[in-house]
């Protein structure tokens, strides 16, 4: 987590710049964000830096954060990533963009009360489902409730449905999980949590209260240093935040800023890795919804528009995609058969000779990590 600096601690020569911003390539803001993404290199670092210095990973479903982190660490097994969410040193919960995420425990308490705005815009989704419901009364339910114990949110909605008989079921369970600073408990499941997991309030597991009130400067700053340099509108895409200029206004005098290809105002840390463009990017297997290809409003550093479609699904499924030179090429899916585990790759295009031989060894360690139990792994690349 970034420390808010305090007025007048910038770094000397970076406020009051004058003249114009420099302005950066694609491929140079491609390499800026691959560096700061650990996708450059594979990186010596515990999971909850990495965490930490992912500014979160999605985590719509449990399995695809440990394949994330199998790709960008240098020694990773999924215990180490189980073992800090037990160790409650990292969370799985309601976060960036009102989708779950992972996040360090420092994180979780300064970007959950920043981004309350996203949360109170997504209940608008219910509409006239959210006919008859009273918010205090069935928060303070909720809270009490899950005071009690821990709780899956199909037995909270039953408890509240008979608390709040004339409010709609779903609606009562949607403005809980929105509204309320919860997180998700971790088991023994092979990916830390099961398909149905048990919800409990942030500040009893954090043993902290959450803050009131959140400061949206420290969510931008965690954000540039994950995925700057950036623009008002990429952090507010990642973040789901509308108003972000003023926060990025009122950081300006510690920021650099700089101009993409269209001429649009870019921030960044003024330390931040910004490598140059024709620093070598190693192929890399990104797993399903990896923040990467959700961080950008403008995402033609990572995957070319005309591609998009091919990445996002038409219901939203954000598919497992191969990184070749930085960019992203192709998706991938792993095919099981007896104890034989095979990682398909499909290109968009026709990859280089001796590509195949490139991506073997990112392909076994990504198998090891994702089925376990097979004894044989092995590589397919079709005809792109």
């Known amino acids: 987590m970034h420390v808010l600096p305090q007025s007048g601690q910038g770094e000397p020569g970076l406020s009051g710049r004058v003249g114009p911003a420099q302005a950066l390539t694609r491929r140079q803001l491609n390499r800026a964000t691959l560096a700061r993404q650990m996708l450059l290199a ?8 990495a965490v ?3 500014a979160g990973q999605q985590a719509q ?29 990292v969370v799985r919960g309601m976060l960036m963009r009102g989708t779950l995420h992972l996040v360090t425990a420092a994180d979780y308490l300064a970007f959950r009360p920043a981004l309350q705005p996203v949360m109170e815009q997504a209940v608008r989704v219910l509409g006239a489902r959210a006919k008859g419901l009273d918010l205090e009364p069935v928060l303070a339910a909720a809270r009490e409730l899950f005071a009690q114990r821990p709780r899956t949110f199909g037995e909270l909605r039953t408890l509240l449905a008979a608390a709040f008989p004339a409010v709609d079921e779903r609606a009562l369970g949607y ?13 023994d499941d092979r990916w830390a949590f099961p398909a149905n997991s048990q919800f409990t309030l942030a500040e009893e597991w954090l043993g902290q209260p959450v803050p009131a009130v959140g400061d949206p400067r420290a969510l931008a700053l ?18 789901g935040l509308r108003a972000v ?45 990896d923040n990467l290809l959700l961080a950008h409003s403008d995402r033609s550093r990572i995957v070319a528009d005309s591609d998009r479609a091919r990445v996002v699904t038409k219901n939203l499924r954000v598919r ?25 790759v499909s290109p968009f295009e026709a990859l280089p ?21 097979a004894t044989s792994h092995h590589l397919v690349v079709a005809e792109g």
């Open 42 to 49: 594979r990186e010596p670092v515990s999971v909850p830096d």
């Open 52 to 54: 930490a210095r992912l």
């Open 61 to 89: 479903e449990a399995k695809p954060p440990f394949l994330g982190l199998c790709t960008r660490l240098s020694s990773f097994a999924p215990a180490d990533l189980a073992g800090a969410l037990h160790r409650r040193e």
């Open 175 to 187: 403005t809980v999980r929105t509204h309320l600073p919860l997180v998700m408990v971790p088991t």
């Open 222 to 239: 965690g954000y540039l240093a994950a995925f700057g340099p950036a623009s008002a509108a990429d952090l507010q895409a990642w973040s």
């Open 245 to 289: 200029q003023e926060a990025l206004d009122g950081l300006r005098p510690q920021l650099r800023t700089f101009r993409d290809e269209r001429g649009r105002e870019l921030f960044d840390l003024p330390e931040a890795p910004r490598p140059a463009d024709d620093v070598p990017a190693p192929p890399r297997f990104l797993p399903e919804f």
């Open 320 to 344: 497992a995609t191969l990184l070749w030179d930085g960019f992203v090429r192709g998706t991938w899916e792993i095919k099981r058969k007896g104890k034989a585990a095979t990682l398909v």
């Open 353 to 373: 000779a001796g590509a195949v031989a490139e991506c073997e060894g990112e392909a076994e360690a990504l198998l090891r990590v994702a089925e376990p139990e």
